[in-house]
């Protein structure tokens, strides 16, 4: 697979760039574009000798890196074949930009994340594999130069260096390691004055963590891992809500965050433990200087975000795909949480986030009823409102399609409010898409749960639908103490003096491992995951009918599956469309 990337040059070019400035808050829209003016300055022949030289030869402390990579993809890569953001390039030449390289691939293959994957695989092969790539990176990017030098992919690749340094570098020879090093120190003298670059979000964290790792690793880098601190410390008050919830709202990016403060943590706790203490007053700074985060700080910001991690899991122990978010693989998933510590039980609600868990038997119900990310931090965000996804223990029924990251191809459809287990009016997204991000939102208008006698219910509405359509959209769920009953009514009502008029359906996609047929009368669908017990989906008020899907949901994977479509029309009165999604083993509950 091929494929041309996006490019930016000329008036388009020019045209989108703007577009993405103007979405930005005020304070990153001038650090972006302060950015982008020093470029020229940092591509002059003469700016690396303002970088500094290190004689080094082995590292002060060894950042850990604990996370396990693929063995496949090692064994992949040693056959000179680079899978990197749902692209696929053999023997890529030139190795850092072949022709036809999207920029999801590019900024992967710049980032060395992938080392990790070499070292999962493990043995000589994959160790020379390892150091022939670095060693080839070195040669061609002495001077800065894009993508190789863009922020992010920095700060990982510097991440990537330091925690897998005892796998690939540790034991090379000396000019190698000494070469690596002072590279290494180059490039983070570089991030600390670039950053934070216009960076937001989870990339702004990625990308202070691998400043905070050189810092901690090379002698004479307590001014870079300062500055990782010091952004550190702003970006958590920003960015973890009162919940615990990331504030992107997607649960990749918030497993990515939580990844990442483990990270730090386990770097900062290194130099605790060596001659180059750092104690919490000590990381409060200088009277009047910067604040930097405490260890404190940091552990408080690692226990918020975890319970809210366990809730976005299914049964299978994946994540909800809600906002950009792929399933992740369910034991990567544990292994981040058993590493944050904590209590092992998810909450049920996180409102300052705006999801909802539904849990009886083993029925998890997972619910968005929250307001779209802030400007700036919803350029991967999803029209979605009041979307749900069931899975039954280990089987995934309702589920949204997904995401495919880096891949414009499917960036609006993906994001489309249609692409999600909701109602949809006049084939219309409830929030206005954009390719910088969202334009007018729709707003919740208030969410009610109630718990009684084992039964949960759920009452929300969004008003997403009121300046086309001139209808408020409520929905309402009823779990059953048994888990075995998911009884849900989605209203149409009338908004103002306006007659709300068009076409509507309340789509539910379904995992494409379930087989769906329309029982006989048509008025309900007959669901059958691959284990277990199956279900039956019945409804009232609304055309029952079974139309073709996609599930997105796992990495690099495109499948085909099907969808449940209860369809009708408005008119001046209100429309009410009853649905109860029931296992078909009533003895269960």
Not at 148 to 164: D, H, K, T
Not at 388 to 412: F, K, M, Q, Y
Request: positive net charge; proline residues 6%.
């Amino acid at each position: 697979m091929t494929r041309r990337p996006a490019g930016h040059g000329g008036a388009g070019g020019l045209a989108r760039r703007l577009k993405d400035y103007a979405h930005l808050p005020a304070e990153r829209a001038l650090s972006r574009l302060g950015h982008n003016l020093k470029r020229p300055v940092f591509a002059l022949p003469f700016y690396r000798y303002s970088l500094p030289g290190l004689t080094a030869t082995a590292l002060t402390v060894t950042p850990a890196d604990p996370w396990p990579g693929r063995a496949e993809a090692g064994g992949a890569l040693v056959q000179g074949v680079f899978a990197f953001a749902g692209q696929t390039i053999t023997n890529p030449a030139p190795l850092w930009s072949p022709p036809g390289a999207g920029a999801g691939w590019r900024s992967e293959i710049h980032s060395f994340t992938w080392l990790r994957d070499l070292r999962a695989l493990g043995g000589d092969a994959a160790r020379r594999q390892a150091r022939d790539l670095a060693h080839a990176w070195l040669e061609a990017h002495r001077t800065w130069s894009l993508p190789a030098w863009e922020p992010l992919a920095s700060g990982r690749r510097l991440a990537s260096w330091l925690g897998c340094f005892e796998f690939f570098a540790a034991s090379a020879e000396i000019e190698f390691r000494h070469r690596l090093l002072a590279s290494i120190a180059q490039q983070a003298q570089h991030l600390c004055r670039a950053l934070p670059a216009g960076l937001g979000g989870a990339e702004l964290i990625a990308a202070a963590k691998g400043l905070i790792f050189a810092g901690a690793a090379l002698p004479g880098g307590e001014a870079w891992r300062q500055k990782g601190l010091e952004i550190l410390h702003r970006e958590l008050t920003r960015q973890i809500l009162a919940d615990g919830g990331h504030v992107e709202r997607n649960p990749s990016r918030h497993m990515a965050v939580l990844r990442d403060l483990i990270d730090i943590r386990g770097a900062l706790a290194r130099i605790d433990a060596g001659a180059d203490r750092v104690d919490v007053d000590a990381a409060r700074g200088e009277e009047g200087g910067a604040r930097r985060v405490s260890p404190s700080e940091l552990t408080a910001a690692i226990e918020a975000l975890a319970p809210v991690l366990r809730m976005y899991q299914h049964g299978d122990g994946g994540l909800g795909l809600f906002n950009g978010s792929l399933e992740e693989e369910a034991w990567r998933v544990e292994l981040v949480l058993q590493r944050a510590g904590g209590p092992r039980r998810p909450i049920g609600e996180a409102p300052e986030s705006g999801f909802q868990r539904l849990r009886a038997g083993r029925t998890t119900v997972l619910v968005d009823t929250g307001m779209p990310p802030p400007r700036g931090l919803d350029g991967h965000a999803h029209a979605g409102a009041l979307s749900l996804e069931v899975s039954a223990g280990r089987e995934r029924i309702i589920v949204n399609c997904g995401t495919r990251p880096n891949d414009g191809t499917w960036h609006g459809a993906q994001r489309a409010t249609a692409a999600h287990s909701t109602l949809v009016l006049g084939d219309t997204n409830s929030t206005q898409l954009l390719s910088s991000g969202l334009g007018r939102a729709a707003r919740i208008i208030y969410c009610r749960r109630e718990e009684k006698d084992g039964g949960i219910w759920l009452e929300a509405a969004h008003d997403g639908y009121t300046r086309g359509f001139g209808a408020v959209h409520r929905r309402r769920l009823f779990l059953s103490p048994g888990g075995g009953d998911l009884r849900g009514e989605d209203r149409l009502e009338p908004f103002g003096h306006r007659v709300p008029r068009g076409v509507f359906a309340v789509r539910f996609h379904l995992h494409p491992g379930v087989r769906a047929s329309l029982a006989q009368g048509g008025d309900s669908v007959l669901l059958r995951p691959p284990k277990g017990d199956g279900w039956s989906l019945r409804a009232a008020g609304a055309l029952v009918s079974l139309e073709p899907s996609i599930y997105l949901g796992q990495a690099g994977e495109i499948r085909r599956g099907q969808q449940v479509v209860l369809s009708g029309a408005l008119g001046p009165d209100e429309i009410r469309i009853k649905w109860a999604l029931r296992r078909l083993d009533t003895k269960r509950g």
